[in-house]
C-alpha cells in the first residue's frame, strides 16, 4: 500500500546518499525526500586529483547539489545535523527547523584518522574535500615559488621535499601524481626539476598492503620509476610526529627516531568514525557495533535494531559482507536502499544490497593510469588513464552534468594536454620546418593516435557501465520482510 505522506531523511549526500534520493525520484516514490549535508557541494572524491592538477576544472569534480538536483523535488538542506534520536525518530539540526522522520538513511561516511600521531592532524595536509584540494595547491606552489627564489641549498632541499604518508591507493595516486605534476610547476618557474624529492612513507614494507589493488603493486612501481621524478620509498616504518617543517619517524624494530625535512606533510594513512555516528553508540547495543565502532547492518542495510534506518558506505559495516571504500560500491548500495524504501512504502519484500566489483582503477601519474577490469584484464599507461577518466565521469550523478563533463574533459584531453618538462635537443632545434605535406601527414597520424584509443577505451567503457537490470530490478534472492529487527 502506497503512504505518500512519509518522510524519507537523508544525512550526507556523498555517493550513497545522493544516489539513494536520485534513485528514489527515479522510482516515482511519492513521500518527502530530505537530503541533508554540510557541504553546498558534492564532492567527487575519486577525482580530486585531477582537481588538483587542473585536468578537470572544479565545478566537474565539485558541482553544486544546487545543480544536480534540478528539476527534482528532493528538499535540499546545506546544515549539519547535531544529534539523532533513534527511539524518536527525530533530527536536530544546528541552525533551523529540526525533523521527524519516517525512514532515515545515514551516510556520512568516514573521517580522516592519523593513528594518534603528534602533530599530525594540524600540520599534515589531508586529501579528501574540496577545501583540502585549495589548502594543498596553495601549499605546492608557494614551496616551489619560494624554493626557486632561494640561494641557499640546503633551505632549497627543504622546501623541494614533499612527504605522502599512507601508501594506500590514496597514497599511491598522490605520490604519482606529485612527481609529475609539481616538476610540471617548478619548470615554469625556472627551477631545477630534479632538485625535487618525492616520498613515499608507510608502515608496512610494502605498497597498498593488504588492500583490493594489492595485484597492482607491480605496475606502480613501475610507473613510480617512469615519473618526470621518481618517487623514494620509505618502507617499514612508523610516523611519531608531524610539525610544520619535519616530521619523525622509527623504522620498525629500531629504538632511534629519525627526521626528515619537509615542510609539506600530506597524510592518507587510515580513517576514523564519523563524530555523528560514534555519538549514536549509547543508542545501540554494544553487540551491535563492530571493533571499529561501525554500526552493524543487515544485508538489507538496515540498522540492527531500528528497521527504518539504512546505513550504507564507510560509516557501516555489512553483516558477513564487509565491503572496500569505494564509488562503486557506495552507488551500488544506495540504489539498493531506494528499492527498500519503495518495498517498505508498498509493502513488499525487501532484498539484500549485491554488490558487484567490476574491477578498480588507480591514477599513476599525469596521463597514466591503470584500469583493472574485472581482475581479469589490466590496461595501463595513457589508455589505462583515459579508461579511468571516462568510468568516474560515467558515475557522476546525473545525465546532464555527466554529458558536460565528459565533453569537457574530450576537448581538454585533444587539444590541451597535459606535457612533461622537456629541454630541446641540439638536434631537434636545427631540425628544418616542415613541408605542407608533412604538416598534413603528421596531422592525420596525430588524429589517428587520438581516434584509435578512444575507439578502445570506449569500448571497454562500456563493458563497466552498470547494466540497466541491476540498476532498476532487485537481484534474484530469498527476501527478507521489513518486520525482522535483528
Known sequence: MNQPNQTTVIVGAGFAGLFTALHLRHKYHSGS?????????????????????????????????????????????????????????????????????????????????????????????????????????????????????????????????????????????????????????????????????????????????????AHLRDVALKAFKMRTVSVELLLGVGVKAVEPDKLKYQSVGSTEIETLLTYTTIWTAGTAVNPLIQSLSSQISPDYLDKHGLPFVKPTLQLLGFPDVFVAGDCADVQAQPQPALAQVAYQQGTAIAHNLMALAHGTPLYPAEVNLRGTLMKLGLGNGVANLFDKVQIDGKLGDMLRTATYLELLPTPLHNFKATTGWLKEEIFHRYHRPEQATNQAQQSPPLSPVEQRDRLLVKALAVLAPIVFFVAAFLGLQTPPSEQRSPPSSTPTTSSESN
Not at 553546498?40 to 582537481?51: A, D, G, H, R, T
Not at 519516517?102 to 589531508?126: C, M, R
Not at 598522490?174 to 610547476?185: K, R, S
Request: charge should be negative; proline fraction near 2%.
Open 33 to 213: 525526500i530530505i537530503l541533508i549535508d554540510s557541504q553546498e557541494q558534492f564532492v567527487f572524491k575519486p577525482m580530486l586529483y585531477e582537481m588538483l592538477t587542473g585536468e578537470l576544472e572544479e565545478n566537474t569534480v565539485c558541482p553544486t547539489y544546487e545543480e544536480l538536483l534540478q528539476g527534482s523535488d528532493i528538499t535540499f538542506l546545506k546544515n549539519k545535523v547535531e544529534t539523532i534520536n533513534l527511539l524518536q525518530k527525530r533530527v536536530q539540526l544546528l541552525f533551523g527547523s529540526d525533523y521527524t522522520y519516517d525512514y532515515l538513511v545515514l551516510t556520512v561516511g568516514s573521517i580522516q584518522g592519523y593513528l594518534g600521531t603528534e602533530g599530525a592532524k594540524d600540520n599534515a595536509f589531508a586529501f579528501r574535500t574540496r577545501e583540502n584540494v585549495i589548502a594543498l595547491e596553495s601549499q605546492l606552489r608557494d614551496c616551489l615559488l619560494r624554493a626557486s627564489q632561494a640561494n641557499d641549498e640546503q633551505q632549497r632541499q627543504h622546501l623541494l621535499t614533499f612527504a605522502v604518508v599512507g601508501a594506500g591507493p590514496a597514497g599511491v595516486e598522490m605520490a604519482a601524481t606529485l612527481a609529475d605534476l609539481l616538476p610540471h610547476w617548478y619548470d615554469k618557474l625556472g627551477g631545477n626539476i630534479h632538485e625535487i624529492r618525492i616520498i613515499l612513507i608507510n608502515h608496512s614494507k610494502e605498497i597498498l598492503s593488504g588492500d583490493i589493488n
